[in-house]
């Protein structure tokens, strides 16, 4: 979801996830995605050495090309942060083992047909919108793409909905890396990707009921679609909102990687001002509440990570003060169980300072 400011000639596909698993390269080399006016998000040298101190580097978005941080410093912090459990059930591991076996003696043309297989076999599992039809793909059905970059997981891609309108298995596309991971993930990224076509499928209707001889391209009827705020926001948090019932099936990182993308699009949808006429997706005052009542629910490990994953999200997207202050105080338990750790407290003051949010603004 956190693309290039690019805009392509051809509609953006949208992406499952966040870019919390980029690479090192990427870690050490991007700047924040959002710098807020002046950039005044930007996170410096002190900020990260801070980060280090406490064990902890927020994946992928503090570092920037001005930090003191050796590269090797932070691949070790970085490689030991991404060690996940696998936890999977028997059956979706020995596909994964099935996988990784044709792939180390080169045979990638089984080693796809597998992949395939496997994640139509998890499609099972998969939530369906009652807006779509519920069609159970083959094998064939899925395309896997190698350009999908694994932290993108998957795309849903509008420009192939002319040429197979009523097959939306033709408008995904997924990593094949999308193996490595559990079954839970699976069916979670392919849960997200259908509310992506739930939402598409109502703009092609709206294209295909417009007869009129100055119709426009499909290409520009998107446009308006496609504004980067409306996709990463309220389009996006609808997508991402369904996680929330996958979560405790996903390995550690897994659970890390959906509960960055559930809060940064939340933290957009805050920000969001849809233009008038414009109906949103979903609001933050919809899926709120629902975040709320999962962290209740939810055991001291879970709550921390959740707190850790709200902080690391408000940094990523950089938000106004107004939009933070009304997550802080929105989301404020899971706020305060972010904000309990004492290695990391110190870091959320400095950013809360830059901010100029005092504590009796929202704590
Ligand atoms: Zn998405």
């Not at 807006?131 to 795309?155: E, F, G, N, V």
């Not at 294209?207 to 520009?220: A, F, L, N, V």
């Not at 705020?229 to 389009?235: A, D, K, L, Q, Y």
């Amino acid at each position: 979801m956190s693309a290039s400011t690019d805009r392509p000639r051809v509609p953006r596909p949208r992406r499952a996830d966040t870019t919390s698993a980029a690479g090192i390269g990427d870690a050490v080399s991007r700047v924040p995605l959002a710098h807020g006016d002046g950039g005044r998000q930007r996170i410096g040298n002190q900020t990260v050495q801070l980060l280090l101190r406490a064990g902890r580097v927020p994946t992928g978005v503090l570092l920037e090309h001005r930090s003191a941080v050796g590269n090797r410093v932070v691949l070790g912090v970085l490689q030991a942060q991404r060690r996940t459990p696998a936890a999977s059930a028997s059956s979706w591991a020995s596909r994964r083992t099935a996988v990784r076996t044709a792939r180390a003696r080169g045979d990638d043309r089984e080693a796809d047909r597998l992949t395939r297989q496997a994640i139509a076999a998890a499609a099972t599992g998969a939530t369906y919108p009652a807006a779509i039809p519920r069609r159970l793909p083959t094998p064939d059905d899925i395309l896997l793409d190698p350009m999908t970059k694994a932290d993108a997981h998957a795309q849903t891609r509008p420009k192939e909905i002319p040429a197979h309108p009523t097959d939306y298995w033709r408008w995904l596309s997924f990593t094949p890396q999308l193996i490595a991971g559990s079954e839970a993930q699976v069916q979670s990224v392919i849960t997200h990707e259908l509310v992506h076509v739930a939402q598409f499928t109502a703009i092609w209707n709206a294209y295909e009921k417009d007869t009129s001889p100055g119709r426009p391209s499909w290409d520009e009827f998107l446009k308006p679609h496609q504004a980067r705020r409306r996709v990463e926001g309220p389009e996006e948090l609808q997508a991402h909102a369904t996680s929330l019932d996958f979560l405790d099936r996903l390995a550690p990182g897994e659970q890390v990687v959906a509960l960055r993308g559930l809060f940064s699009s939340f933290v957009a949808t805050v920000a969001y001002v849809p233009p008038a006429g414009e109906a949103v997706a979903i609001t933050a005052a919809e899926v709120g509440p629902k975040i709320l009542t999962y962290f209740r629910g939810t055991g001291t490990t879970m709550r921390q990570r959740m707190g850790s994953a709200l902080w690391w999200s408000l940094m990523d997207v950089g938000p106004a003060k107004a939009t933070f202050v009304a997550v802080l105080t929105t989301l404020r338990p899971v706020a305060l169980a972010g904000y309990a750790d004492p290695a990391l407290r110190p870091v959320y003051d400095d950013l809360l300072a830059a901010e100029g949010i005092g504590r009796t603004s929202w704590r």
